[in-house]
Nanobody, 126 residues
Framework: QVQLVESGGGLVQAGGSLRLSCAAS????????MGWFRQAPGKEREFVAA????????YYADSVKGRFTISRDNAKNTVHLQMNNLKPDDTAVYYC???????????????????WGQGTQVTVSS
């Protein structure tokens, strides 16, 4: 059974930074792409970033490019999301996600992912 556990959320002022982590267990972590999504109150879940199993082929949402960095440590079964220059619009619950297949056609789409963490709240005050 695949389990994903996020951590690192919190309250931060605009312009500040947070680093989210997602610990994965239940299968060979290094064989699968990983993704981060977020959902703000009253809005649909949206793509944030995704990284291929080798650590390359990285995708970012336009809204976070240049501010967020996704990375992974396959030895520790962990994926991170470094978030800098945070804005109030970044306020959301952030979710870590993993697919059931090693091959993904659309890694920015939430329906390509099967496993989800419980989410971690990020609140950015103005």
């Amino acid at each position: 059974q695949v389990q994903l556990v996020e951590s690192g959320g919190g309250l931060v002022q605009a312009g500040g930074s947070l680093r989210l982590s997602c610990a994965a267990s239940g299968r060979t972590f290094s064989n699968y792409r990983m993704g981060w999504f977020r959902q703000a109150p009253g809005k649909e879940r949206e793509f944030v970033a995704a990284i291929r199993r080798s650590g390359d082929n990285i995708y970012y949402a336009d809204s976070v490019k240049g501010r967020f960095t996704i990375s992974r440590d396959n030895a520790k079964n962990t994926v991170h999301l470094q978030m800098n220059n945070l804005k109030p619009d970044d306020t959301a619950v952030y979710y870590c996600a993993a697919p059931s297949s090693r091959s993904m056609l659309y890694p920015t789409r939430s329906d390509e992912y099967t496993y989800w963490g419980q989410g971690t709240q990020v609140t950015v005050s103005s």
